[in-house]
């Protein structure tokens, strides 16, 4: 079990779909992130979220659309994905932002397998 | 840039050691952390090292060489639930840049 909870853990969705995935923690942290997984290979950062304000966005394309509704809440707004965005999705946090000279541990959840048809 | 660098896969028996090697590219450097994540799973912290020398966690060991840029995990007394990946990882840019991945294999 992680501290850290993401729902659902499994999803197929069709490419006109529309969808959300649900990521939340109940440590404090100020720091909330989502990755992209494929497999064999590290996680792959999408978008920080430091103090609920979006801090860095990795060049993800617009049919990924972030959401932080509160400091314990991230969402992942999915609408016209493509079969390559099949993968799993990962959010984690730590207790404050990474800093560049400083590290923060962070705190995964179980990820979302996501199948696009 | 930074870059990480590690052995896409290692092997050992049930009861060995297994070192597992990171070599870094960095820009500026602030330390060196290790995750494990198995199969399906996420990915745990496992430690951080800031400064030059060894940490231990129980059977687990990091070691870090700044002169070398060069840091390794050391896990000991291994057992079949070790199998997993683990990722070297450093701060930068307000993120983590993580390794490719090392794919752990314990034989009994």
């Given amino acids: ?23 939340e923690q ?6 909330m992130y989502w ?31 972030p959401e932080c ?14 079969p390559e965005d099949s993968a799993l999705y990962l959010c984690a946090s730590s207790q404050d932002p990474q800093g560049s000279k400083s590290n923060q541990p962070q705190h995964f959840g ?6 696009i048809l | 840039g930074q870059s990480l660098e590690q052995p896409s896969e290692v092997t050992a028996v049930e009861g060995a050691i ?7 590219q960095t820009s500026g450097f602030y330390g060196l952390s290790w995750y494990q994540q198995h199969d399906g ?44 990946s683990y990722f070297c990882a450093t701060p930068g840019g307000g993120k983590l840049i993580f390794g490719q991945g090392t794919e752990l294999s314990v034989k009994p």
């Avoid at chain 1, 509160?70 to 707004?77: A, F, R, T």
């Avoid at chain 1, 179980?110 to 199948?115: A, C, E, K, M, P």
């Fill in chain 1, 26 to 31: 109940h440590m404090g942290h100020r720091a």
């Fill in chain 2, 18 to 24: 297994v070192q597992i090697n990171c070599t870094y």
């Fill in chain 2, 41 to 84: 799973g996420a990915p745990t912290f496992l430690s951080y090292n800031a400064l030059d020398g060894l940490e231990e966690t129980g059977r687990f060991s990091s070691f870090l060489s700044r002169s070398d840029s060069y840091g390794y995990l050391l896990l000991q007394e291994l057992q079949m639930k070790d199998s997993a």
């Fill in chain 1, 1 to 23: 079990d992680t501290e850290v909870t993401q729902t659902p853990k499994h999803l197929v969705m069709g490419m006109t779909n529309k969808k959300s995935l649900k990521c």
């Fill in chain 1, 35 to 65: 990755y992209k997984q494929k497999a064999k290979k590290p996680p792959e950062l999408m978008f920080v979220y430091s103090y609920e304000k979006l801090s860095i966005n990795e060049s993800v394309p617009s049919r990924f659309s």
């Fill in chain 1, 110 to 115: 179980d990820g979302t397998r996501l199948s």
């Fill in chain 1, 69 to 82: 509704p509160n400091s314990s809440l991230l969402n992942l707004h999915l609408h016209a994905l493509q």
